[in-house]
Structure formats: C-alpha cells, structure tokens
T-cell receptor, first 114, second 110 residues
C-alpha cells in the first residue's frame, strides 16, 4: 500500500468552482506539505504544517487554503478555481526520527481548470 | 526568500558516461540540500542529500558536492544507465521551507 495517497488523481473543473484535494499518510510523520508543479518551474510550496495546530504559508499561498484534520490528513482547497491554477499538485510528508527532513511525496493530482 | 537555480534544463548522455547537474542558492541560512528524481507519472523521490557541514557525499554511482562559500552544489551520476533517465530536482531548505530548482531532464541513450 502507498504511504502517501492523494485523491483525486485527476480532476477537471470550471472557473469559479470550489475544489478540495485530499492527502493521507500512513507514515506517522508530523510534517505535511502541499506543492504545485508547473512545467519549467519546478515545485513551489503552497502551505506546510508541522502538526495539527501549526499551519504556515509557503511561496504561493494566494488563492489556496488548507486544513489539517488530523496528523494523517492534510487537505488543500481552491475556493474559486481559476485557469492559472491548472497544474500538478503534490502532497509530501516528513518527520522520520532518523531523517526528519527526508520528504516523501504522493503520486500527485493533475488539476485542470477550464 | 531563497532562490535556487538549476542547470542545465536538459541533458543527454550516452550510456556509461557521467552526468553532472548544478544548482546555486542565494540564502546562506539554507543548510540542507536534497536531490530528487522524478519518473514520468510519479512524485519526486529523494536520491541523495547533503547537509551544510559536509562537502561531499557518495552513494554508489551518485555523489553530491557542496561549496558553501560559493553557494553551489552539484549532483554527479557516474556510469549512467537508461533507467537513470528522469527529471532531477535540487532543493534547499533552512529546515522549514523547501525551495526547488526548475529541474533537469536527463536522457541516457543506450
């Protein structure tokens, strides 16, 4: 079984719709992250959370919000989707005792906003 | 904030040759530098990392070097194989936020 799962894997939506992307992990890690990947731009950090009560903005948080429902769950919401939010979205976790910074990535969610 | 630049954007080598990918960073507070490999349709996977108190680290055919003074670090892959073909990303972090390079698409020709 995958340690970091993302749902949905693909989503097509229309401008103005509210979208939620979900991430779950079974690794027992405290830290969770949301990134977006665009061609030629690498990965950019949207939000990160070090525990359930700790949420922090990343480089590109405008237009996004997050919720850390439990240690194992971290959701990303687009309140009103716009076409330039079309991208590949990755969730990641870290916090292994012997290597606290090693990040483990989920398989990604491909989001298309029409 | 931190700015990480990565070169080249594409790299094509013959099987058995070496490949080198270079990154520079701007924030002297960055102290951990991981490298990730991303295969088509998958999330990035850590392949090697280095901390700021170390100048070089090797793991079989992969090595990473760090020059803190010049603020640059490099990934070296020796004896390349077709399965090394993928996109490689460097990153820098001060233990909180991670900043990624724009990626290098490596193509290893058989």
């Amino acid at each position: 079984d995958a340690d970091v799962t993302q749902t949905p894997r693909n989503r097509i939506t229309k401008t103005g719709k509210r979208i939620m992307l979900e991430c779950s992990q079974t690794k027992g890690h405290d830290r969770m992250y949301w990134y977006r990947q665009d061609p030629g731009l690498g990965l950019r950090l949207i939000y990160y959370s070090f525990d359930v009560k700790d949420i922090n903005k990343g480089e590109i948080s405008d237009g996004y919000s997050v919720s850390r429902q439990a240690q194992a769950k971290f959701s990303l919401s687009l309140e009103s989707a716009i076409p330039n939010q079309t991208a590949l979205y990755f969730c990641a976790t870290s916090g292994r005792a012997s290597a606290p910074l090693e990040q483990f990535f989920g398989p990604g969610t491909r989001l298309t906003v029409l | 904030g931190e700015n990480v630049e990565q070169h080249p954007s594409t790299l094509s080598v013959q099987e058995g040759d070496s490949a080198v990918i270079k990154c520079t960073y701007s924030d002297s507070a960055s102290n951990y530098f991981p490298w990730y490999k991303q295969e088509l349709g998958k999330g990035p996977q850590l392949i090697i990392d280095i901390r700021s108190n170390v100048g070089e680290k090797k793991d079989q055919r992969i090595a990473v070097t760090l020059n803190k003074t010049a603020k640059h670090f490099s990934l070296h892959i020796t004896e390349t194989q077709p399965e090394d073909s993928a996109v490689y990303f460097c990153a820098a972090t001060d233990f909180n936020k991670f900043y990624f390079g724009s990626g290098t698409k490596l193509n290893v020709k058989p």
